[in-house]
């Protein structure tokens, strides 16, 4: 998020009973997006089968989301910051509407993958104006009860949304197989927009950046550099032209620091605030967020890939059999925040990659012991032990990146941890190419496939574990205690420490 300071700027009225709705629909914006993420995973398989979408098309389905999602992201804060957070708050969760209307609408897996694509744009659009409305609209003494139901939201939201879309496909309703799980967004989003130009007040900073259009162009191309040739790959045999541009993505990024560099020395509106990586701490956060993002996009579509293509297993039941994982994220998460970082500081991230680790260890050894005769009950350990060690990473995570960020560039560093993030997430889904259809024979008898999906499911769950092992080592360069700022007599993590200008 990107927040200006304001001091003294005004605050609504205690009594106004507004503010509440606007919180109501912003959160539901944002509840919104999170099911969005996890609702499509659980549904790929039914897609692929229904639609005959390719594994690479599959792949570009999440892929292209994250990767929009990522490229917009602090853009679409800027753009709120200019134009006003209600307004780019209302073009985003209108767009994001219509784009769920074209993916539930999709006549073939190239219609999907665009309108995914454009749904990640509008997702970047619409977040980024959730938190900016919420600090324009409430005063310092209610925002720690405000910040507590927007957890309760990020939990609800990790819980529900498997489980929403197994039981939205499985249903089948009115025989549009997986289409509902976009088009349940559509009454969603109109009550949204309906409702937010009512009750939303409007807020500009009042000395907005500008933005950097070369700087995200550069990020996407970079990035589509790298990921087009991981994804198409293997279908196409690896080319010599794909390690060209895979080599050619590195030289992309160079000119991104280079321009990002000039730019902030002409205007001071870079993209990418490059002084913020001589801060030790926020650059290895941005490693962790980054290679933690790879690991969440590895695991989470060949996890669903392996319950119900590689088991034979329905929509339904591998919904459920996730949901000791997601209960475990959630609950863990609070604890962390609340009770742990307090008293223990970094070790309890550092613990969080460790149990997460040896959580997919578990599920390594149990994959390979019991095949494909594996029950949910035995699944029920090694997730409730992993969703345990993520909840206790991701709560406190960026307030840990952020604690020795200097003060006027927290709005920035934040939005540029969520970017990295979403661009890890992205890069995990183009590996999938690597880690596991990588070891997957493409020409299988349909006796064959179950039996090659479970091997390429232990193969990439190795990889997911060396990557938590490389989040913990990156975390000793995390401050041992996240530095905590004072405001209106209680205290604020680094990361919410900005307050925008209200604008009649």
Known sequence: MTFTDTPHAPQPAAGDRRRWFALAIVMTAAFMDLVDVTIVNIAIPSIQRDEGATFSQIQWITAGYALAFAAGLVTGGRLGDIHGRKRIFLVGIGGFTVASALCGLAVNPEMLVA????????????????????????????????????????????????????????????????????????????????????FITESKAPRALKLDLVGVALVTLGLLMLLYPLTRGRELGWPAWGYVSMAGALAVFGALVAYERAKGARDGSPLIELSLFRVKSFAAGIAVQTVFGIGLGVFFLVWTLYMQIGLG????????????????VSAAAGMSVQLLVPRFGRKVLQAGALVMAAGVLIYLWEAERYGQAITSWQMALPLVVMGAGMGLIVAPLTDAVLSEVPREHAGSASGLINTVQQMGNALGLGLVSVVFFGVIDEELAPAEVGPAFVDGFQHALGWVAAVLGVIFLLMFALPKRPAQHVEGGQETPAAVTKEPELVS
Do not use: C, D, Y
């Not at 329905?314 to 209960?327: D, E, K, N, Y």
């Open 115 to 198: 309108s995914r694509i454009l749904q990640g744009a509008m997702a970047a659009l619409m977040v980024p104006q959730v938190l900016s409305i919420v600090h324009a609209t409430f005063p310092a003494h209610e925002r720690g009860k405000v910040f507590g139901l927007f957890g309760a939201v990020v939990g609800l939201g990790a819980v529900s949304g498997p489980l929403l879309g197994a039981l939205l496909t499985e249903w089948n309703l009115f025989g549009l197989e997986w289409r509902p799980i976009f088009l349940i967004n559509l009454p969603v989003g109109i009550a949204g927009l309906v409702l937010g130009r009512r």
């Open 313 to 328: 297993w329905s929509v339904l039941r591998a919904g459920l059999t996730g949901l000791p994982f997601s209960v475990a």
